[in-house]
């Protein structure tokens, strides 16, 4: 990751936009602003960035569909801005493949220990993998860290969000332990994110689902009742 994480906020509000740049400026970010999604399509051909903050409701093409446009070109954070009883729109926010969400109205300084906390996790999954780069074969299926690839029974790559990818990982390493909501909480997002347990039941249910693990009779990652999940699978590592 560069040394000064650059940012790109897509936000139709030019308030929120300018405030937003000029505070995680102060905080030591490279900020680019984009008010609608095809200017952010022409900023992100023309920069690399480390994290995306994307506002859902824009004219136009909406923040759920960029954020499907952008899951087809990268795996870079995403951090969703929803209204405040949009409940719906987080999950399918979710389900595109975002890293955290944040609801409308907000507190600039919790945008950026949201920032902040995801940024540190992605450093410290690719510190891990570096760590490890050894294959782990689970029920038939392949993960090797080093190429962040999933490969299924019959040798075919199965594409992985960062969430997703982070999630199998932290699965992967606590094979056959019981992981609780909170403790995947603390895995994957950090206690600053706050908790949101239905965010771990629409990973969990992602992931099954890329992994063809049926979930009302799930084999690979089951539920625990008032538990949690655990991987119930043999992992080895070559």
Known sequence: ?????????IDD????????SKFLERNQFRVTAARDAREARRAWSNGHYQMIVLDLMMPGESGLDFARWLRGQDNVPIIMLTAMGDEMDRIIGLEFGADDYLPKPFNPRELLARIRAVLRRTTESA?????????????????EPGRRRLLNPDGAEVPLT???YD???ALLDRANRVLTRDMLLDLLRGRQAGPFDRAIDVAVSRLRRKLEDDGRNAQVIKTVRGGGYVLAAEVERV
């Open 13 to 20: 509000d030019r308030e929120i936009r300018d405030l937003l």
């Open 167 to 169: 999630l199998l990982l």
């Open 127 to 143: 510190e891990r993998v570096n760590n490890d780069l050894r294959t782990m074969r689970f029920a038939g299926w392949q993960l």
């Open 162 to 164: 960062g969430g997703e």
């Open 1 to 9: 990751m560069e040394q000064t994480p650059h940012i790109l906020i």
